[in-house]
């Protein structure tokens, strides 16, 4: 069980919330109160005394600015401190990602693409040895996640049944949960994913383009494939097309 002694309450409203976010036992005490038995760690600010009777437990201070930390460094503790930690990620337009540490997921999440690699390195920062498993579908955004993250080791995956069957009321968790499923299968190491469009995918981005704009005009199939390469984005593929009056100046040949 975890213990919360602190005269910090910012620490003390941080820590505990993150904790019953996680449905973590917990119980908390004044910081000169004796540890009932069963304690496993202790939870406390970064000025708070802690008596040599407290010390028989693994203690984590935690910073008012950030109890999420404190938090995970506690259950890492618990769990023995050597669980591997997997971000798996789910690619598509909003993929899902999802955090395991061992056996357990510590934090999900539905982004755009563009602000996965952001949301992984912010996850990672204070791991050691992390592993990113990211599924081989939608493979224009899945190449452009393993561009954004070249310095973490990467395994593709195959993603064939991560998706489970979604029933009442749990409409829009797919992407999450497939994420966290492709976490759990090893897959193969790559350095990165060079994707030669398909005429299909063309076309999706095309689709996109006239979505994007509100129906007011769809991109060339020479901007659609810059835009596969991540030359370009899809509002400087519009701007672009613009510029152009529509026509196929924006067209580029295939390499």
Same mark, same amino acid.
């Given at each position: 069980?975890?213990? #919360?002694?602190?005269?910090?309450?910012?620490?003390?409203?941080?820590?505990?919330? *993150?904790?019953? *976010?996680?449905?973590?036992?917990?119980?908390?005490? %004044?910081?000169? *109160?004796?540890?009932?038995?069963?304690?496993?760690?202790?939870?406390?600010?970064?000025?708070?005394?802690?008596?040599?009777?407290?010390?028989?437990?693994?203690?984590?201070? &935690?910073?008012?600015?950030?109890? @999420?930390?404190?938090?995970?460094?506690?259950?890492?503790?618990? @769990?023995?401190?050597?669980?591997?930690?997997?971000?798996?990620?789910?690619?598509?337009?909003?993929?899902?990602?999802?955090?395991?540490?061992?056996? =357990?997921?510590? &934090?999900?999440?539905?982004?755009? +693409?563009?602000? #996965?690699?952001?949301?992984?390195? +912010? %996850?990672?920062? /204070?791991?050691?040895?992390?592993?990113? @498993?990211?599924?081989?579908?939608?493979? !224009?955004?899945?190449?452009?996640?393993? /561009?954004? !993250?070249? %310095?973490?080791?990467? *395994?593709? $995956?195959?993603?064939?049944?991560?998706?489970?069957?979604?029933? =009442?009321?749990? +409409?829009?968790?797919? /992407?999450?949960?497939?994420?966290?499923?492709? &976490? +759990?299968?090893?897959?193969?190491?790559?350095?990165?994913?060079?994707?030669?469009?398909?005429?299909?995918? !063309?076309?999706?981005?095309?689709?996109?383009?006239?979505?994007?704009?509100?129906?007011?005009?769809?991109?060339?199939?020479?901007?659609?494939?810059? $835009?596969?390469?991540?030359?370009?984005?899809?509002?400087?593929?519009? &701007?672009?097309?613009?510029?152009?009056?529509?026509?196929?100046?924006?067209?580029?040949?295939?390499?």
């Amino acid at each position: 069980m975890i213990v #919360v002694a602190t005269e910090d309450f910012e620490v003390y409203h941080g820590v505990v919330n *993150e904790l019953r *976010e996680r449905s973590v036992e917990f119980t908390t005490l %004044e910081v000169d *109160e004796e540890l009932p038995d069963g304690t496993t760690l202790l939870v406390t600010g970064p000025d708070d005394e802690v008596y040599p009777e407290q010390l028989s437990v693994d203690v984590v201070r &935690a910073d008012p600015e950030d109890p @999420r930390a404190a938090v995970e460094e506690a259950l890492a503790l618990i @769990r023995d401190g050597d669980a591997r930690t997997v971000v798996g990620i789910d690619p598509g337009d909003r993929p899902g990602i999802a955090v395991v540490v061992g056996d =357990t997921v510590v &934090a999900a999440f539905q982004v755009p +693409r563009a602000d #996965v690699g952001d949301v992984v390195r +912010r %996850e990672l920062e /204070d791991a050691v040895d992390p592993t990113i @498993r990211i599924g081989d579908g939608a493979r !224009l955004d899945g190449s452009r996640i393993v /561009d954004d !993250l070249p %310095e973490i080791p990467l *395994e593709l $995956v195959d993603e064939t049944g991560t998706t489970p069957y979604l029933g =009442t009321g749990a +409409r829009g968790m797919g /992407d999450v949960l497939a994420a966290v499923n492709i &976490a +759990r299968r090893s897959g193969e190491r790559i350095e990165g994913r060079d994707i030669t469009p398909t005429k299909g995918e !063309l076309q999706v981005i095309k689709r996109r383009s006239r979505e994007h704009s509100e129906g007011d005009r769809t991109i060339t199939e020479g901007l659609a494939r810059r $835009v596969a390469r991540g030359e370009l984005t899809m509002d400087e593929a519009l &701007a672009e097309h613009r510029e152009n009056g529509g026509d196929e100046a924006g067209e580029t040949t295939e390499e």
